[in-house]
């Protein structure tokens, strides 16, 4: 979001350059929020679901942001990205810290790895797709990847036996 999502607003949606610096503004305080309420949605609803429920909130917040009708809803869609994948990288971090398939430091080096690779090569790629289409149809397929997040949630746990996974019970 941080190099595209201004470019959106900017170049698709015809906004000012103050405007368009908006859509970062919105992911941007979203994550944050997110990031301080992931340790009770943990809690709540167990990792899994905090991560499929992430990956869901991502993608249907940049299907909105693309296909919102007008420059509010899109910033609002932008906040819904920032807001579902809040919690996921650092769910990650501390899932590869309880891998029993490797070392904790591999595991999390892999992560990390994979995290820096992401970073680095996921705006290139986005731009040479955007180049050839549109970035509208870039950023879609960010949105499958965001709904890749939510069918693969399972990986980040072995099951609801686990103390990480279990949510706290309810009362009524």
């Known amino acids: 979001m941080a190099d595209w999502s201004g470019i959106y607003l900017r170049d698709v949606r015809a906004t000012d350059t103050a405007t368009a610096a908006y859509g970062y503004a919105a992911f941007s305080l979203c994550m944050a929020i997110g990031r301080l309420t992931g340790d009770w949605l ?47 990288v650092p769910l990650l971090f501390s899932a590869a810290a309880r891998s029993r398939e490797m070392p ?50 399972g990986s980040v746990g072995s099951g609801r036996s686990e103390a990480a996974n279990e949510p706290l019970p309810t009362t009524n």
């Not at 869901?56 to 910033?75: H, K, Q």
């Not at 992401?118 to 731009?127: D, E, M, R, Y």
């Not at 149809?137 to 965001?146: E, R, S, T």
């Open 42 to 88: 943990v809690g709540r609803f167990g990792t899994v679901l905090a991560v499929r429920g992430g990956g869901i909130v991502a993608a249907a917040g940049l299907a909105t942001a693309l296909l919102a009708p007008f420059v509010g809803l899109t910033l609002v869609g932008f906040a819904g990205v920032g807001l579902g994948l809040s919690i996921i």
């Open 104 to 153: 904790s430091s591999t595991a999390l080096a892999a992560v990390s790895t994979l995290g820096y690779l992401g970073f680095l090569a996921g705006p290139p790629i986005l731009g040479v797709v955007a180049h050839s289409t549109t970035i509208g149809i870039a950023l879609w397929l960010v949105v499958a990847l965001c709904v890749g997040i939510a069918v693969l949630a």
